[in-house]
């Protein structure tokens, strides 16, 4: 059986440079493909506003909806290290209900850590969550429940000042309580320096090769999600494309009537239509 990984694992991977893969996951049978494939870690990620939900962000989703998610990921990864995300307003508001909410991803769906956005004007929830004796992962950098103030789904940290920002962001994170940070879509040259001067993992999704580890959203990787693509997604399947054929092919075989075929169905007893048809047949 697949052995979970522990935060002090996941630390000893970034002490002997041992890379961590991790994806999003927001359902039950993706869930159990990933652990199959040997997944590292699983993300619940609020991107489930998009990629199952169809909205145009991630602002719109719902604690509730995020647990229902998490509950059924983890019915699917029993074995697997799974963060819950937690979604907008779910922790700006103040520490008590970011401690609130956080210990809702445990209790009612037990989440192994949560991930938070945003950097120093988050630290006082991280420590608050972390105070509350839960793992919290940091996220900074493109951050998609605040890309309205930062000018849409765009890289961060491109010119040394915006770099500075960021630094300082992940080691206020790390101070704060953090047990790992993800930085997404930044120069790979700046998620560099933040590993290298953080002493708790760090992660990229569109920040390079010389990260802690990587994730990738689920629904990209797989070629489900049509709306866009971000460039640093590479596509291992064409999912979209095998469904639509298959569903097509059904449609086809339907309408043909070459479905069902007898082997689909099942059998009466032997002797029984022609009694059935006997009796039948004297009404
Ligand atoms: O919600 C999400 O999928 C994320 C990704 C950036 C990993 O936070």
């Known amino acids: 059986m697949k052995k979970k990984l522990s935060a002090l694992d996941l630390l000893e991977m970034k002490r002997s440079g041992k890379k961590v893969v991790w994806v999003t996951a927001y359902d039950y049978w993706t869930a159990q493909f990933a652990e199959a494939a040997d997944m590292d870690m699983l993300l619940v990620g609020d991107s489930l506003g998009m990629c199952v939900y169809g909205y145009e962000g991630t602002v719109p989703v719902t604690m509730d909806q ?22 907008f307003l779910s ?48 996220h900074i950098g493109l951050t998609p429940q605040s890309s309205g103030q930062l000018g849409g789904f765009k890289a961060q940290g491109r010119t040394a000042e915006t770099a500075i920002e960021l630094i300082e962001d992940a080691l ?68 979209a494309e095998d469904t639509i054929n298959a569903l097509k092919a059904y449609v086809d075989d339907v309408r043909s009537a070459s479905f069902p075929e007898p082997k689909h169905g099942y059998t009466m007893i032997e002797g029984e239509l022609e009694k059935l048809m006997a009796e039948l047949g004297k009404r």
């Open 172 to 239: 206020a994170i790390q101070e704060a309580g953090a047990f790992s940070l993800l930085v997404e879509a930044v120069p790979p040259e700046v998620c560099k320096i933040i590993r290298d001067r953080l002493t708790i993992p760090v992660y990229s999704i569109g920040a390079g090769v010389d990260a802690d580890g990587q994730v990738l959203i689920v629904s990209d990787l797989l070629g489900v999600f049509q709306a866009f693509t971000p460039k640093f997604v590479k596509r291992y399947a064409d999912i």
């Open 66 to 87: 995020c647990i229902c998610h998490a509950e059924a990921v983890r019915r699917g990864a029993p074995n697997t290290f799974v963060i819950g995300d937690m979604p």
């Open 91 to 138: 922790y700006q508001v103040n520490n008590d209900e970011a401690v609130r909410n956080a210990g809702r991803f445990f209790k009612e769906a037990r989440m192994d850590a949560i991930k938070l956005e945003g950097g120093r004007r988050v630290c006082p929830q991280v420590k608050a969550i972390a105070d509350g004796g839960m793992l919290v992962m940091g």
